[in-house]
């Protein structure tokens, strides 16, 4: 049996966040657990109790370090700050992998953050590096972050070194090939499952209408523009917008509720802070149309979950590479105006609205947990 060592900074079970990457984690420990002898080692400030009743996987070590590679406290500021004290962290990182990496055959590594303190590895603990990037350089800046140039050239040098990449879409494979000039042949695209999320067949939407937003609150999901739209919308529908997410990053979080304010908007937007699997389940059924507005994504696993619930789910055009991954793509818009004339439309014409729901039908099945651990543990007997 293969030893393998799991770096991340997300915690296992339930958590103060629980967003795309802490179910990723969890979903990857799990698989990894039945192929092999795994250790976990977790980087968070903070750190929940070691006896957390989730944490249910068969785990051989789990060794925690208090260090805050999330730096939320910085989300609110685009001068780059987040990104410059991870060369401080991956120092601290480096000097731990490089006193155990001899205990194991494979290092699986949740985001290439960890790594960027490249000078401090050699090129035989790079090559026993499973990376699953998470969310580049490139992917932040489409997002508005400012990521300095340091930053990049770090990456390009680890993905080259690295043993192999596990990319969720097509559009995250192309930037590696295409920006970072990454060997087409250490990549490996595995879709993350979406859970057990059931489809629930619509036929028409509820008044007032619901739309949900799957997405914690940060720059790069764009919640001020989610307050535009519902200013422009409100006149024509009757119509809420659920914001469902972990709140990251608190200076947006106040601009939002100060636009909220601003346009008379506080019957029509809830923010439910962080929630629970089940509990993001129950707004699935609960809802009437998903959306999205973010800048960017790797995945976009709410898009997906509102899609395999039956949603009718509408997301910006540029994101067709990332949603593409199944025989069912979401509705696209180039535009909020364009939003809006197809949110109007499946209010108004319950034909298009229930073919919309139809289609999403195939997408729980095509991205559930047994297809990803299928896929998972194939790589894992290969290596």
């Known amino acids: 049996m293969k030893r393998i060592l799991y770096l991340t900074s997300k915690w296992l079970g339930s958590g103060d966040s629980r967003d795309g990457g802490d179910i990723t984690v969890n979903e990857y420990v799990k698989a990894l657990c039945r192929n092999s002898l795994l250790d976990v080692i977790c980087f968070r400030n903070q750190v929940e109790k070691k006896d957390d009743e989730s944490i249910v996987y068969d785990i051989h070590k789990l060794i925690c370090y208090k260090y805050d590679f999330a730096q939320f406290k910085n989300y609110s500021s685009n001068a780059g700050e987040k990104f410059l004290v991870r060369?401080?962290?991956?120092?601290?990182?480096?000097?731990?992998?490089?006193?155990?990496?001899?205990?194991?055959?494979?290092?699986?590594?949740?985001?290439?953050?960890?790594?960027?303190?490249?000078?401090?590895?050699?090129?035989?603990?790079?090559?026993?590096?499973?990376?699953?990037?998470?969310?580049?350089?490139?992917?932040?800046?489409?997002?508005?972050?400012?990521?300095?140039?340091?930053?990049?050239?770090?990456?390009?040098?680890?993905?080259?070194?690295?043993?192999?990449?596990?990319?969720?879409?097509?559009?995250?494979?192309?930037?590696?090939?295409?920006?970072?000039?990454?060997d087409i042949n250490k990549i490996l695209l595995i879709p993350r499952s979406i859970g057990n999320v059931n489809f629930k067949f619509r036929t028409t939407c509820h008044c007032p209408t619901k739309l949900l937003y799957i997405a914690s609150i940060r720059r790069q999901k764009r919640h001020l523009l989610a307050i535009e739209l519902l200013r422009e919308i409100k006149s024509i529908l009757n119509i809420k917008l659920i914001c469902a997410g972990t709140i990251q990053d608190y200076g947006l979080y106040q601009e939002c509720l100060s636009k909220i304010d601003l346009y008379e908007l506080n019957n029509n937007i809830i923010f439910t802070g962080t929630l629970s699997t089940d509990e993001i389940k129950n707004y699935i059924y609960t809802s009437d149309i998903n959306v999205s507005f973010s800048a960017w994504e790797t995945f976009g696993r709410g898009i997906f979950e509102g899609m395999a619930g039956g949603l009718p789910t509408i997301v910006p055009s540029k994101l067709s590479d990332v949603t593409c991954l199944t025989e069912c793509e979401p509705l696209y818009a180039t535009s909020i105006n364009d939003l809006i004339n197809i949110i109007v439309k499946l209010v108004s014409d319950e034909e298009f609205y229930s073919s919309e729901s139809l289609r999403c039908s195939k997408v729980a099945k095509l991205l559930s947990e047994k297809n990803e651990m299928i896929n998972i543990s194939s790589f894992i007997s290969n290596l």
């Not at 991956?90 to 000078?119: G, P, R, T, W």
């Not at 930053?151 to 090939?177: C, F, G, M, Q, R």
């Open 87 to 182: 060369f401080e962290h991956s120092k601290c990182v480096a000097e731990v992998l490089k006193s155990i990496e001899s205990n194991y055959d494979y290092i699986f590594v949740q985001h290439i953050m960890f790594l960027i303190a490249y000078d401090l590895y050699n090129d035989n603990l790079l090559d026993k590096i499973v990376l699953l990037p998470m969310f580049t350089g490139v992917a932040y800046r489409r997002s508005g972050d400012f990521v300095p140039e340091r930053y990049i050239d770090s990456e390009k040098y680890v993905l080259s070194k690295v043993n192999k990449i596990i990319t969720p879409s097509l559009a995250e494979k192309k930037d590696l090939i295409n920006y970072y000039n990454v």
